[in-house]
């Protein structure tokens, strides 16, 4: 692979789906319309989409033809037994209740696990996960290495959690009133960073003493386990379903988004080891998802999942992956552009404190820089700042220390060509940096606010 200049497609294009690049006056105004929110441009207003990986990505013809034998029986569907057989083959757990995706999954971890007054420890925030301890009474505690809340910090494990923070948090609240961690692999909030194997066995070992459950976010734990195959002494010769085996083995259970690791646009899951658990989780998902054979998701989808969790385990799709994502972020180096380092699995982050250091984070200098690669280019980004972090129980801003704009890359959806368009549009905003204001609210929502507020600049 060593003579190429980047590492090629593993896949061939099948099926196209025409884009249209909108003018730099329809952009101006398509941004305006959507109150500086790239989550309220209309699909058809963006040239190169990487508001996110999650559903975003392009089904195999193996997936595809997986939807043409859907069982939609409303119960018992046989999907359902072949999504129940690659979780337990893949990851090991041994009960599957699927939700409608990654967030369904969260609502019901939270209700069964947590009692009012809880504390959750996780490796960094991520926003649903939080919303939904929070709306189930607890408070989400940050264990995360202070590494990861540096984006120049080259650590390669900045997913891992601080054994430290860990163990003063249970000294301090107790273990009673710490349901279980939430170990996310990898960390999307610090920039798609992973957890090291090494710092997998050691939390488990902690908690094993308090008797505190591990709740993995599965949501990227393939990507997570080929930077482990890549970075980690003594794994570089193990199989990626190997390497899975081992890190939810430190675990009692996980949640997962379909959409992202399991290569579909819809679904997800609930999964662990306890009964008693799996007996309480199956008494809601009636409630919120539908028939514990089915939890919100069609038998076709469940089907197109269960083969995309396979294919996502993958070594040589895994491989091209990671390093796409690189040549995006390792461009942008060279170009001088401010980035997140080490290169995260699903997206490179770019540093907005960097760009726009003259606007103060109350003025959202990321939801700015993400509203103007948009109109330099037609690319479509997200904000990781200040307005994803919300506001706290006092109503006040919450500050987090990385102020990042995500170009998050679809699987098997974009070539090396589109990524080159992408560093132009990223250059042309840098170029332009000292020209650029903040912003205020116009709208903003309680819960969430970053899917719907909106902003006008600060004149
Ligand atoms: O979007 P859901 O409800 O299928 O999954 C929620 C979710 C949980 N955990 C993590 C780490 C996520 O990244 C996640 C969703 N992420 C989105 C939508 C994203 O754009 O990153």
Known sequence: MDSYKYRPEPYRIKMVEPLVIPTRAQREEAIKRAGYNT?????????IDLLTDSGTNAMSDNQWAGLMLGDEAYAGSKNF????????????????????????????????????????????YFTTTRAHQELAGATFRDVIVDE????????????????????????????????YVCMAVTVNMAGGQPVSMENLRAVRELTSRYGIKVMFDATRCAENACFIKHREP?????????????????????????????IVNIGGFLAMNDHELYQKATALVVVYEGMPSY????????????????????????????DQVKYLGDRLIEAGIPVVRPIGGHAVFLN???????????????????????????????????VSAGRDEHGNNRHPKLELVRLTIPRRVYTYAHLDVVV?????????RNNVKGLRFVYEPPVLRFFTSRFEPIE
């Open 39 to 47: 989550f309220l441009l209309s699909s058809e207003d963006v040239y």
């Open 81 to 124: 037994k072949h999504l129940e057989e690659a979780v337990r083959d893949l990851y090991g757990f041994k009960y599957v209740v699927p939700t409608h995706q990654g967030r369904g999954a969260e609502n019901i971890l939270s209700k069964i696990m947590i009692k009012p007054g809880d504390i959750v420890p996780g490796n960094m």
């Open 148 to 179: 990861a809340h540096d984006p120049d910090n080259e650590h390669p494990f900045k997913g891992n959690v601080d054994l430290n923070k860990l163990q003063a948090l249970i000294d301090e609240v107790g273990p009673e009133r710490i349901p």
């Open 424 to 432: 132009d549009g990223v250059k042309a905003a840098w170029e332009n």
């Open 295 to 322: 939890g919100g998701m069609a038998g076709r989808d469940m089907e197109g999942l269960a083969r995309g969790l396979y294919e996502a385990a993958d070594y040589g799709y895994l491989a091209h992956r990671l």
């Open 234 to 262: 003594g794994y570089k010769d193990k199989g990626i379903r190997e390497i899975l085996r081992e890190m939810f083995s430190y675990g009692d259970g996980c949640t997962m988004s379909g959409k992202k690791d399991g």
């Open 352 to 386: 907005a404190r960097k760009f726009y250091p003259h606007i103060p984070q109350d003025q959202f200098p990321a939801q700015m820089l993400a509203a103007q690669i948009y109109i330099e280019s037609g690319v479509r980004s997200m904000e990781r700042g200040i």
